[in-house]
């Protein structure tokens, strides 16, 4: 990825919290899903004042436009299937450019807190004495469905919404998506899987063990950019709907009641067309 041309002038304004002794700081901003008009004011300020910005793979052009023109960009994209900067080598970047007296700013997709790996960044450092300021964005989760016209979470149909990731780390069990299952049943609440599109088979499988095959779904794929895409299936056409479509990673998948909030949406003339497709 080249880097793209700064389209703004940095502000003197930082939320970093600095290294005592070296006049380093180190702050993990969320990026949110990709529009960069989904940036808080917070992250916009981290970004322009930083002069080191890590950059993960699933931001945009188009944000990493604000840093400052003598800001220095290093990506170190991770995606699931892809190669990827080692986790210890982002860790030692960071920490190396906090030493050397620089405010870093580790920019990462969605919000650093929901598996974004944040939290082990923020260990790393603070066992190395540095202290890590977080600022939130919104994840894609939260975006996707929204963008649909549809909310994660509704008096009648969910009293609850729960982020799960699909994809366990080698040598971890990952989600018991049957006891999800009965538990999303039991106590009416929305699932937003991410990472989950190259396991759609097993999960739709498993979930189906406590949901039943008409509960519906949508399928998300690059929330809030121009070139989102996204389908509208049930629980029970989960898998098919994915591969008729060709809908890939980034996705998110979003199962419950919720989701029939989207046909009211695009039926509703103050809701601008979604261009939304009942798959399945």
């Known amino acids: 990825m080249s880097r793209p041309t700064p389209s703004t002038t940095p502000s003197t304004a930082t939320t970093a919290t600095p290294h005592l002794g070296t006049g380093g700081s180190c702050t993990l901003v969320g990026a949110g899903p990709g529009d960069p008009e989904l940036l808080t004011l917070k992250a ?31 990506y170190v994209g991770k995606r699931g299937g892809c190669k990827s900067t080692p986790q210890a080598f982002i860790e030692k970047l960071m920490l190396m450019a906090v030493n050397e007296g620089e405010n870093v700013v580790r920019l990462k997709g969605g919000d650093p807190f ?9 260990e790393h450092l603070r066992a190395a004495g540095v202290q890590v300021t977080v600022v939130n964005g919104i994840t894609a989760g939260l975006a996707g469905l929204t963008s649909l016209g549809a909310p994660l979470t509704h008096r009648e149909h969910a009293h609850g919404v729960v982020f799960v990731t699909g994809h366990a780390k080698p040598g971890d069990a990952g989600t018991d998506w049957r006891q999800l299952a009965a538990t999303a049943r039991d106590a009416k ?68 009641d919720v989701v029939r ?11 601008a067309p979604l261009q939304a497709r009942r798959a399945g």
């Open 114 to 122: 929901i598996f974004g790996r944040g939290g082990e960044e923020v």
């Open 189 to 256: 609440l929305t699932l937003v899987i991410y990472m989950g599109v190259s396991g759609a088979a097993t999960i739709e499988q498993e979930l189906l063990t406590g949901l039943p095959a008409d509960t519906p779904v949508a399928v998300i794929q690059h929330a809030s950019l121009p070139h989102q895409r996204h389908a509208v299936t049930t629980l029970g056409a989960l898998h098919a709907t994915i591969t008729r479509e060709g809908l890939a990673s980034p996705s998110v998948i979003v199962v419950g």
């Open 261 to 271: 909030g989207v046909a009211l949406a695009v039926q509703d003339a103050s809701v």
């Open 44 to 74: 916009l300020k981290a970004i322009q004042a930083a002069t080191v910005l890590l950059v993960d793979d699933l931001v945009s052009d188009a944000i990493v436009a604000h840093a400052s023109p003598t800001a220095r960009i290093v």
